[in-house]
Each structure stands twice: as C-alpha cells, then as structure tokens.
C-alpha cells in the first residue's frame, strides 16, 4: 500500500493523500455514522489528476471507491481497509452557465445546494431536490440517480443531465459533455453511468439542464380521511395546479414526527389516517394563490381532505416541510432503525403497508414498529421500521417482511436510494436473470479488474 501512496502522492501532492485519523473520524454511513476504514483517501484537483489516479491504481490492481457527500444511506460508500477512496471534495467548481441554452457546467464534487443557488442567481431553477440538499454532490446525485420532492414535475437526476465526463477504471477520460436537448449520434452514453453507483466509471463533469424560475410557489398541509380519498386529490391536483411535490405520510409517521416527538408542533390535529404536503409552482403570484385555494376549496366540499393549513410565508412553508424532510428525528425516536425505499404500484400501496403492519407485528410483536411516508405520485415509498434491536437476523427478518411481497405486484426494492452494499442480495427480487446477466456483462466490461466500488451492487458475486 505505501508504494501505491508515494506514487500517488506525486500525482495529487502529499496534502492530498490523507491517512490516519483523518480517514477514520469520515463516516460513510449517514444513519450508523460508520467510520471508514479506507487505507488512504485520494483527493484529486481535477479531471486530469484523477485520471492519473486511476491509471495508477489500475497498474497495481488497487481497489477504489468513490465518495461524494457521503449521505447515500445504502452502504454505497462504504470501504475496506485495503481499498482506497476518491473523494471529490476538490471538485467543487460551476465551471459556465448558459441562461440562453439553459445549462450549467459543474465538476461533480459540487453540492447540490450551490447548484441551486448558483442558478437562482440566473434568475433559473435546478429543480432536483431533496433533504440531503447541503451536502449530497452533483457526483453522488448521478451515481446514484437521485429522486427527491420534485420528480413528479421534472424527474429524477436522469431528466437532468444532458452530458457528463467520466473517468474509468483505467484511467481513459471519457468525455461526453453535450450541451443539447437532442442528441442521437449513436448509444447515449451518460446514461451507463447515471445510477450506476460508481460501479463502472468516476463522474468528474457534469451539463446539467436548468429550467425558468418559478417566482410563485403555493404550500399546504392537509389532511386526508382515507387512501382512496388521498389519490383521488393527487389526480385533482395534477389537473387543477402547477403541481411540483405531492408528499403522503402516513399517521403514523406524522404523529411521531408531532406529538409524539415533541420535535414540530402539529399545525393540524393528528387524528387523520394521511396527510399530504401538496406544493404549486408557477409564474404568477395571484393567479396561481387562487387557483390553490380553489383547489383546495373544492378538495373540501368533496371530502378528500377534512383539514388544510396553507403556508403564508417562507417560515410556515419551511415548517410544512420540516416534518416531512427531518430524518434525523425519526433516527432518533426509532434508535436502532431500518430504512426502506421502496416503488410499487401507487393501487397496491395501501394494502402493501396494512400487510406489512400486520406481517410485523407477527414476526416482532410488542416491538415491531413501522412508519410510512413518501413521494406518493412517483409511487414510492418510504418505510422506516424499528425491531428495537439491529442484530443482522432481525435485520434479515425485516428485509424479507418488506421485499418479498414486491416482486408479486411488479414493485422494485429500490425508487431512488440504490443498491450499495445493503440490497445485493435482494436485486434478483426485483431484475430478470437478463438483466442480471446484462448488468454483469457491462460491468465486465468498463471494469475487467473489478476495482470500481467492489462488491456494491452485485455483493460478493461480482463478475
Ligand atoms: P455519496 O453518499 O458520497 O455516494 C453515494 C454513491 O455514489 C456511492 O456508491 C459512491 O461511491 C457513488 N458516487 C459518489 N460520487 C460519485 C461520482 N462522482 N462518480 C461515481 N460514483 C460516485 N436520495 C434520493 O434519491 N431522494 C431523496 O429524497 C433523498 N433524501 C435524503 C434525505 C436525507 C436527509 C439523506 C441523508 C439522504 C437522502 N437521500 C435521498 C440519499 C442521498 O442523499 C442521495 O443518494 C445522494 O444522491 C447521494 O449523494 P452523495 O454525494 O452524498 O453521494
Ligand atoms: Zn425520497
């Protein structure tokens, strides 16, 4: 390993080769805050250091794995202590933006917040969102294909990117910075790459598409009497707003969230069986308020929802959204907690979670305990459950309780979180041995060696 670190030194500057304590006090799991075990973390200045990295690590078959913000919460960072770490924190630079083309160059290690802002400057949006916002990278928003609040009006990373550059395993930069709506000169190559987990190339560079900015944006708590009432509302409000986020939480998760917590005052009673955080964006303050209070209005004459609270400022929106986007407070009050993040069917999803209550309180009864929210119109959901203990077979037990009935109803073990390390065992649940075989076929491909994020992915049996 020294051998491997002094010729790595000479490539990024012995500032940039940290060891020691400096690799141990990194976590590189957000809900554990499991240390990292790497034998070095490798920080790179640019594309073209990077790429000497790789070509160095790919000559003496030394293991790599990337890291971006560090909040992925599928053990996709995690690392053995004879694989080193990329890590893009010096990367962090909004290289052009284009109003006209509506595009904004970044190098990957850039947070995703400062791309927001970056854009707000421009009077545009970035309009990928999600909690993590402060920290999560445009790198690690890639790899892994992030989702977030806003997907139901303008998709997930995927819709975001139009090209990007990436470093593979052995060092070739590929570069396919493409600046265009349109482009079918041949395979789209980005798309390998987004999603992937670092598991075939390093993202260094990104064109990401920029939409206008919305100046109006309209926020409301409601509450829903039933299941059927709550996507009956979503279908109204796909017709009747400038819908942009359309949250579901289930009782259970907004009670501990409120009362139970004691973390956020509740702004309605807590007695519904769902609530929905709805979000409007649009161009015109006015108009676009009306409209959400005739919207709102008429979900209540005909009884989707029994209750509403409407934000009247940024204050109010942010503690709308607070209860909705503050994990830690359910880390803290499920201690020790697992985390699901599951797609199904939006028909089957109400029968998923009773069936799951009931399945745990069989398996665990007295301490089984589940809460349910999430992005009701992308068909995901998030599912928290506490067993009181994370002993691996309770771990185990829960993963079964959760994954298992999905592939009868054509669901997917993960919406947006990925794979990592946590779910290899489960992927064949929810991909046809083609696929498998495929997925393999191209990671035997870009990365022969296996040296990109060993095992994340496809678990010990990678190709
Ligand atoms: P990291 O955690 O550093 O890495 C994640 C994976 O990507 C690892 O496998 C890593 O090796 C790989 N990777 C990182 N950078 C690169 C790169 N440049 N090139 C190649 N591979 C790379 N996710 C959602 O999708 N939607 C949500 O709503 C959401 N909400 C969250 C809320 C909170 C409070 C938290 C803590 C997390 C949330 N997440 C959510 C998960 C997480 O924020 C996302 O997965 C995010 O995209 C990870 O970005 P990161 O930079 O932190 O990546
Ligand atoms: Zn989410």
């Not at 009306?290 to 209750?307: K, N, S, V």
């Not at 309180?361 to 506490?386: C, K, T, W, Y």
């Amino acid at each position: 390993m020294q051998t491997i670190l002094n010729e790595l030194a000479e490539i990024v500057g012995h500032d940039n080769v940290l060891t020691g304590t400096s690799v141990s006090q990194r976590s590189v799991d957000w809900f554990s805050g499991l240390a990292c075990e790497a034998g070095a973390i490798i920080r790179p200045a640019d594309t073209e250091e990077l790429s000497r990295v790789m070509a160095c690590c790919h000559a003496a078959g030394q293991a790599v794995v990337t890291h971006g913000g560090l909040t992925g919460v599928v053990h996709g960072a995690v690392t053995a202590p004879d694989e080193l770490v990329v890590s893009l924190e010096r990367m962090t630079a909004i290289e052009d933006i284009d109003v006209v083309g509506g595009t904004l160059t970044v190098q990957a290690g850039a947070p995703l917040q400062r791309v927001q802002e970056a854009a707000e400057e421009v009077d545009m949006q970035f309009p990928l969102d999600l909690g993590a916002r402060g920290s999560c990278t445009i790198g690690g928003n890639i790899a892994t294909n992030a989702g977030g609040v806003r997907v139901i009006r303008y998709g997930m990373m995927r819709q975001q990117v139009l090209g990007l550059e990436a470093v593979l395993a052995d060092g070739t930069v590929v570069s396919s910075l493409n600046q265009m709506l349109k482009n079918n000169a041949g395979y789209d190559l980005k798309q390998l790459f987004i999603g992937s987990e670092g598991t075939l190339g390093i993202v260094t560079r990104a064109v990401l598409r920029l939409q206008p900015r919305l100046p109006s944006e309209q926020t409301a708590l409601v509450a829903v009497p039933s299941f059927s009432a709550l996507t009956t509302l979503l279908n109204l409000a796909a017709r009747r707003i400038g819908l942009s986020a359309f949250e579901a939480l289930w009782q259970s998760h907004y009670r501990l969230m409120t009362e139970e917590s004691g973390a956020y005052p509740p702004p309605l009673a807590t007695d519904s069986p769902f609530y929905a955080i709805i979000e409007s964006q649009g161009a015109d303050v006015e108009i676009d308020t009306e409209r959400f209070q005739a919207f709102l209005e008429q979900a209540l004459d005909q009884g989707l929802i029994t209750d509403a609270v409407l934000a009247g400022s940024e204050a109010q929106r942010q503690a709308i959204w607070d209860i909705r986007e503050d994990i830690e407070v359910l880390v803290k009050q499920l201690a020790p907690m697992f985390s699901y993040d599951v797609s199904l069917p939006i028909p089957a999803m109400e029968d998923y979670v009773a069936g799951l209550e009931r399945r745990l309180a069989d398996a665990f009864p007295e301490q089984g305990r589940l809460v349910a929210f999430g992005h009701l119109g992308d068909g995901n959901l998030h599912i928290m459950i506490s067993v009181r203990d994370d002993r691996p077979e309770s771990r185990r037990g829960v993963e079964r309780l959760v994954y298992e009935p999905l592939a009868a109803i054509g669901g997917s073990i993960s919406a947006e979180h990925g794979i990592g390390l946590e779910k290899c065992d489960y992927l064949s649940l929810s991909r046809s041995s083609a696929e498998l075989e495929l997925m393999r076929l191209l990671k035997r491909t870009l990365d022969p060696g296996g040296l990109l994020n060993p095992g994340k992915i496809f678990g010990a049996s990678t190709p």
